[in-house]
């Protein structure tokens, strides 16, 4: 109980970024008080750059089929459209 994670951002001394998974869980006492925490961190900055990366391209992709100047659309299994671009979207009405 009392445990929670967090990314954060730090910046070394020589400048660059780095992404630290902190966990953090309350010390307490007999009395269930608490007197202090417990913290692990964990460089995980390779996986947070590679994440971001992905979700930039992903909304660059997004972007492009958005404003195609071709409808494009998808369906799915039970053959309902379920997303739609711009263009799709004005030729269709």
Do not use: C
Request: cysteine-free.
């Amino acid at each position: 109980k009392g445990t929670s994670n967090y990314e954060l951002e730090f910046r070394t001394k020589s400048n660059e970024i780095r992404y630290l998974l902190v966990n953090a869980t309350t010390r307490r006492d007999a009395e269930n008080n608490i007197v202090g925490v417990v913290g692990v961190a964990q460089d995980v900055t390779e996986a947070a750059k590679h994440d971001r990366a992905v979700a930039a391209m992903a909304n660059e992709l997004r972007q492009l089929i958005d404003t195609a100047n071709a409808p494009i659309f998808g369906i799915d299994v039970d053959g309902n459209v379920n997303e739609w671009n711009d263009k799709t979207a004005e030729i269709t009405g």
